[in-house]
């Protein structure tokens, strides 16, 4: 119980931290872009920064609660003990990349996780603060991916160093102001890769999922490189900047196509199929 106890302590300071470290670089960004004259949606801006607080918050609190509780009971049952030398840390790093290319993609091919998803692709900017844009049921989703890693040994403390490690990744490659890469491209996630996942052009849909590693889009078939300068957004007609409408909106079409199928095999069509 002290080692959950101080477990949670330790997660319960990272999402916070995590959060103030983005908005003091959205303001570093801010600066620069308005010294360059680049044209910003403000109103966009600041719903991502709403969108990130709702979303950390749920997220820390959820997490704390009750994703490092289970993490801490699946531990006590391990099939195996890595300890905590380089093969835990690995293993765990390589687990993770796995299972964020695992359940981003099916959050792209499953209409009720879409429904989730969506909120960080609303934005038609490609910014830090589309970065921390995300759904306030975002925890929840991600729970059943990353919650039985302890099993194979791996103390919770060792995922959530790591995942904590790649949340600051993902926020660094929500950027137009790094161009190519070269041969980085090729092997990690980078800002040319990640932008190419958040164009709704038709070439650039469901490609490039990876989290880290671009390794797993590779090897499945959905890596694209970036040709010309994707078209951010959704590809159905929605915009607003009223945070539940860019939380829910998705969530709401759902239900209402649901309660309109005919019987149970179209609802779980409609829940199940694709966006």
């Not at 910003?40 to 920064?49: A, M, N, P």
């Amino acid at each position: 119980m002290e080692t959950t106890a101080a477990l949670e302590q330790f997660h319960g300071y990272l999402s916070p931290a995590l959060y103030a470290f983005a908005i003091g670089a959205i303001i570093v960004e801010t600066i620069v872009l308005a010294k360059r004259g680049a044209p910003r949606d403000k109103r966009s801006r600041w719903l991502g920064i709403r969108s990130g607080a709702l979303a950390f918050g749920v997220g820390a609190v959820f997490s704390t609660l009750v994703l490092v509780t289970a993490q801490t009971w699946v531990y006590e049952h391990r099939v195996v003990d890595l300890g905590f030398g380089p093969a835990a840390w690995i293993v765990c790093f390589l687990i993770n990349d796995l299972m964020f290319y695992v359940s981003h993609r099916l959050q792209h091919e499953v209409r009720f996780l879409w429904s989730v998803h969506v909120v960080h692709h609303s934005s038609r900017h490609y910014d830090l603060t589309a970065g921390i844009r995300g759904s306030m049921f975002d925890a929840l989703v991600h729970f059943p991916f990353y919650v039985w890693i302890p099993i194979l040994g791996i103390h919770p403390i060792i995922f959530v160093i790591l995942e904590t490690a790649f949340r600051f990744y993902g926020l660094a490659y929500h950027t137009e102001s790094v161009g190519k890469l070269g041969v980085l491209d090729e092997i990690l996630v980078t800002p040319s890769n990640h932008r190419v996942h958040h164009g709704s052009n038709k070439k650039y849909l469901d490609c490039n999922y990876g989290g880290f590693f671009i390794l797993f889009d590779r090897v499945l078939g959905t890596f694209r490189r970036e040709e010309e300068r994707p078209t951010y957004g959704l590809t159905k007609p929605w915009h607003s900047y009223k945070l539940w409408d860019c939380q829910l909106h998705e969530l709401r079409d759902l239900l209402r196509d649901v309660k309109r199928a005919p019987d149970m095999r179209t609802r779980l069509r409609v829940m199940f199929g694709k966006p």
